[in-house]
């Protein structure tokens, strides 16, 4: 594409800009910035000069390990890599581009200049007239290339600056140097044609004419900070800045007088630094300025006015050692990190745009308002304010809602919005429509959850749809009592609950604007007494074994215990023991001395006494090996058993292996006796279980086996339902399938509730005597395992004949008492129709 030389002089500053040292970026951006991995380039590339050409390509002059041959890559615009687009002379460093898309690097080891035309031919010894070889100055840094063509670099090595037409005449020493300088950067003025160097070794910058030569070269135009490296104009002003590698700082110097001021042209005088060992600089179409910071693997950014700020964390991920920056027509930075061979490229956050105006819905004295992005940069934030009254909410993201609070009900408000990230904040939106706050009554809240205590059920409300509740009444059924919550969600206890009923609960929920409907009945709960305490243990039983003994533990009265603590004395350590009763071994004795244990019992009520001390046993070092332990004790549960074992004769045990039979699974005890339990059982079949016992010394023969036992499904509450009544022309009578924990006693009774009235007598009103209940029938099972067991309450004869009169409500209480512990009552209401 042809371009105009307005157009290319623009896209060859830029390139100028590039081209002054090879460059890359650090590892991270600030939050302003979004960071990516633009290409990576083959292991060993080393990119240091970077360029962008006026399509968008990005090329990289890859310095190798400094030997053989250099490379140029080359990055489209979408990012596909060209890793190998040309090969160059020895250790390329610069890097530039013309108008016409040729790309040129400076080899700073071969003493020349490779020439690599748009379509990827390479030419470096045959692009100067008659095939010439296009040689410079020694060890050539930079090189930058003007509107015409010309080509320029700063030879570090032989102290001058070479000058190379489009047709690749070379003149090697176009504009000498002073002695003792080492000329690095190199850029120009695409306006004036003036070249200006970089004098690393003299903290210096040489300035030359579009003439060169002697007389149009200001050897000490301008001073810098120490170790200038890389050097840059601004095409606007006119004024060029420079990298000092040595003192970490930016030089600004006059394009009008060469005024240079290193320290004092940030604000308020301020000292303008940058990361560590600035190299390449690049200066945008704003006139911000970046800088790779070699040292640090960070990227500086200075604004027009001296204000800086890094992007990246500094050595982590690609970003390492950058070199060379680069900057394409759409303001997008690209960076050469040396050390991983990547080009990596920073997107600077624009602040963002106006947003539309907002919605907003009006509550109780409050109003929630929702807000959207307008164009620009990506909001963190908005501010949403209230008009009148300035009162704010914040939204926090790219967009969504707030709530605006403390408005009067009844009142017009509007509201606004501005946004905000980390570049900036938008102007004011457009107000929003209208809205006046005011009271909704609540909606009907959730149906209650309830959990029952000791004559009471404990209620939890939350709100449902609607105004914001101040209270809710809860309300008990049977019975109406009732209890009250104060605020939006909460719990409350309803006391004087009958234990052993069961009761379901609704809620109702207030504000200043009315009342809800009645919400759905909870799940129903049944208050119970609550559980007692563990009483006291009786005295552990222990048994010795080699540095540790072997305590088991039984229950006392009072409540079920959950667990035991066992303690051994004299020494104070513990075992402990999960469950109403069991074993647990103590290790860590010592043999020989005589220890005594007691135990305290716990539950979720509280922990007992500490029981008697057990009688004393003395450890010892197993001398034999354990006898046949005698045949194991099992109990049944839910596709598992629970195996009690216990030593023979012959050396003490201190440890056993339990398998069942059939299938062969197995527990292992630890300690002298003790218990273990099988899982993975199959429940309805009959197992039964042997054990070997082992010590230090060797493992007994199979004891003998245990009883016969099936695993069945676990109960894991006592249930009384499906009450069906049975009427026959000779029977009455109601089935209720009954599901117990475990072994114990069903008993089930049936009422009726019967009112006497007492005879009037004159003058004396008529009296109700509290009424009384009749049995109606009695049924009860005695069952040994847990499981759903069938109960049939058979009416008695006289109650027959009274169902054929009139129907009958009976009231069924089921009570199971199981073999340790007290009873639990479930009641049911059954309605008997009249038997015809």
Same mark, same amino acid.
């Given at each position: ?55 968008? &390509?990005?090329?990289?002059? &890859? ?31 610069? =890097? ?41 100055? *020694? ?15 700063? &030879? ?14 070379? *003149? ?18 695409? *306006?004036?044609?003036?070249? +200006? ?19 149009? #070269? ?44 290193? /320290? ?13 060992? @600035? ?9 911000? =300025? ?13 604004? @027009?006015?001296? #204000? ?16 060379? /920056? ?13 050390? #991983? ?9 624009? $602040? ?58 009844? *009142? ?12 900036? #904040? ?32 404990? /209620? ?24 009250t919550v104060t605020g939006a969600a909460g719990s409350c206890t309803i006391t004087g609950l009958t234990n052993g009923v069961a009761y379901t609960f609704s809620a109702t929920a207030t504000n200043a604007g009315g009342t809800s409907g009645g919400s759905a009945a909870s799940g129903s709960v049944s208050p119970a007494p609550a559980t007692a305490a563990p009483g006291t243990p009786p005295a552990p039983t222990a048994v010795a074994g080699d540095g540790s003994a072997t305590t088991t533990v039984s229950a006392g009265s009072g409540g079920t215990p959950t667990s035991y603590t066992v303690t051994a004395s004299p020494g104070g350590k513990t075992c402990t023991v999960t469950g109403a009763a069991g074993s647990c071994t103590i290790s860590g004795l010592t043999n020989g001395v005589a220890y005594t244990f007691s135990a305290t019992a716990t539950n979720g009520t509280g922990t007992s006494a500490a029981s008697a001390a057990s009688g004393p046993v003395s450890p010892a070092p197993a001398s034999e090996a354990p006898g046949t332990p005698p045949a194991p004790t099992a109990v049944a549960g839910d596709g598992s058993a629970t195996i009690t074992v216990s030593a023979g004769s012959g050396g003490t045990p201190s440890s056993y292996t339990v398998t069942a039979s059939p299938g062969g699974k197995t527990c292992t005890v630890t300690g002298a006796a003790g218990s273990c339990t099988i899982t993975g059982l199959t429940n309805g079949v009959a197992y039964t279980f042997s054990s ?21 499904? $676990?109960?894991?509450? +006592?249930?009384? !339902? ?15 399938? !009954?599901?117990?924990?475990? $072994? ?9 509730? /019967? ?6 007598? $004159? ?52 009570? +199971? ?20």
């Amino acid at each position: 594409m042809k371009m105009s030389k307005k157009t290319a002089t623009a896209a060859l500053a830029t390139a100028a800009l590039l081209a002054i040292g090879a460059g890359a970026l650090p590892a991270a951006a600030s939050a302003a910035a979004t960071t990516t991995t633009f290409a990576t380039l083959p292991a060993g590339s080393s990119p240091h000069g970077i360029a962008v050409d006026s399509s968008g &390509n990005v090329f990289t002059a &890859n310095y190798g390990n400094g030997t053989g041959s250099g490379t140029v890559s080359k990055i489209t615009p979408l990012g596909i890599l060209t890793a190998v687009f040309g090969t160059t002379g020895t250790a390329p460093e610069g =890097i530039a581009v013309d108008s016409a898309g040729n790309v040129y690097t400076a080899n700073s080891g071969s003493n020349d200049v490779t020439k690599i035309t748009a379509d990827g031919l390479t030419s470096t010894v045959n692009w100067g007239p008659s095939s010439a070889h296009v040689v410079t100055g *020694t060890s050539p840094y930079g090189i930058a290339v003007d509107a015409n063509g010309n080509l320029y670099t700063a &030879n570090s090595g032989s102290r001058n600056v070479s000058k190379i037409t489009s047709a690749g005449v070379s *003149t090697a020493s176009w504009a000498l140097t002073t002695a003792g300088s080492t000329p690095h950067g190199i850029a120009i003025d695409s *306006t004036t044609g003036d070249v +200006f160097v970089a004098q690393y070794g003299l903290a210096k910058v040489t300035k030359i004419t579009s003439a060169g030569g002697v007389g149009g #070269t200001t050897q000490s135009w301008a001073t810098t900070g120490t170790m200038p490296e890389g050097v840059a104009v601004n095409q606007t002003t006119h004024d060029v800045y420079v990298t000092n590698l040595g003192s970490a700082d930016i030089s600004k110097i006059s394009a009008a007088d060469g005024t240079s001021s290193t /320290v004092n042209w940030g604000p308020s005088s301020a000292h303008v630094t940058t990361g560590a060992q @600035p190299k390449g600089i690049a200066i945008d179409a704003s006139g911000k =300025i970046y800088t790779a910071n070699y040292g640090s693997s960070t990227v500086s950014r200075i604004l @027009p006015d001296g #204000t800086s700020a890094t992007y990246g964390s500094g050595f982590s991920g690609s970003w390492i050692n950058p070199t060379g /920056v680069a900057i394409n027509s759409a303001g997008a930075l690209f960076v050469s990190n040396t050390s #991983t061979n990547r080009v990596s490229t920073i997107a600077e956050l624009a $602040a963002p745009g106006t947003p539309p105006a907002p919605t907003a819905v009006g509550g109780d004295g409050s109003a929630t308002v929702t807000v959207a992005a307008g164009s620009g940069g990506t909001p963190a934030s908005y501010l949403v304010t209230a008009s009148p009254g300035g009162n704010t909410c914040t939204v926090t993201g790219a967009a969504g809602s707030c709530t605006v609070t403390g408005l009067s009900n009844g *009142t017009a408000y509007t509201f606004s919005a501005t946004a905000t990230n980390a570049t900036g #904040t938008s102007s004011g939106s457009a107000a929003s429509g209208s809205v006046s706050p005011t009271i909704t009554a609540p909606g009907t809240p959730p149906a209650p959850t309830a959990v029952g205590g000791d004559g009471s059920a404990t /209620v939890t409300v939350a709100a449902g749809s609607g105004g914001a509740p101040t209270s809710y009444t809860v309300t008990a059924s049977p019975g109406g009592r009732t209890c009250t919550v104060t605020g939006a969600a909460g719990s409350c206890t309803i006391t004087g609950l009958t234990n052993g009923v069961a009761y379901t609960f609704s809620a109702t929920a207030t504000n200043a604007g009315g009342t809800s409907g009645g919400s759905a009945a909870s799940g129903s709960v049944s208050p119970a007494p609550a559980t007692a305490a563990p009483g006291t243990p009786p005295a552990p039983t222990a048994v010795a074994g080699d540095g540790s003994a072997t305590t088991t533990v039984s229950a006392g009265s009072g409540g079920t215990p959950t667990s035991y603590t066992v303690t051994a004395s004299p020494g104070g350590k513990t075992c402990t023991v999960t469950g109403a009763a069991g074993s647990c071994t103590i290790s860590g004795l010592t043999n020989g001395v005589a220890y005594t244990f007691s135990a305290t019992a716990t539950n979720g009520t509280g922990t007992s006494a500490a029981s008697a001390a057990s009688g004393p046993v003395s450890p010892a070092p197993a001398s034999e090996a354990p006898g046949t332990p005698p045949a194991p004790t099992a109990v049944a549960g839910d596709g598992s058993a629970t195996i009690t074992v216990s030593a023979g004769s012959g050396g003490t045990p201190s440890s056993y292996t339990v398998t069942a039979s059939p299938g062969g699974k197995t527990c292992t005890v630890t300690g002298a006796a003790g218990s273990c339990t099988i899982t993975g059982l199959t429940n309805g079949v009959a197992y039964t279980f042997s054990s070997v016992a082992t010590n230090a010394v060797g493992t007994s023969s199979g004891s003998p086996a245990s009883g016969s036992i099936s695993p069945v499904s $676990a109960v894991k509450v +006592f249930e009384a !339902v499906k009450f069906t009544p049975l009427i026959t022309k000779t029977s009455v009578a109601v089935v209720t399938a !009954v599901s117990v924990p475990g $072994a114990g006693k069903i008993t089930q009774i049936a009422t009726t509730r /019967v009112a006497k009235k007492k005879a009037k007598k $004159a003058g004396v009103s008529k009296k109700k005597k509290k009424p009384k209940t009749k049995t109606r029938c009695k049924a009860t099972k005695i069952v040994k395992v847990a499981g759903s067991f069938p109960m049939t309450c058979k009416m008695n004869k006289k109650s027959r004949k009274e169902l054929r009169k009139k129907a009958m409500t009976l009231t069924i209480r089921t009570t +199971f008492t199981p073999a340790k512990g007290k009873p639990t009552v479930k009641t049911k209401i059954v309605k008997l129709k009249r038997k015809r």
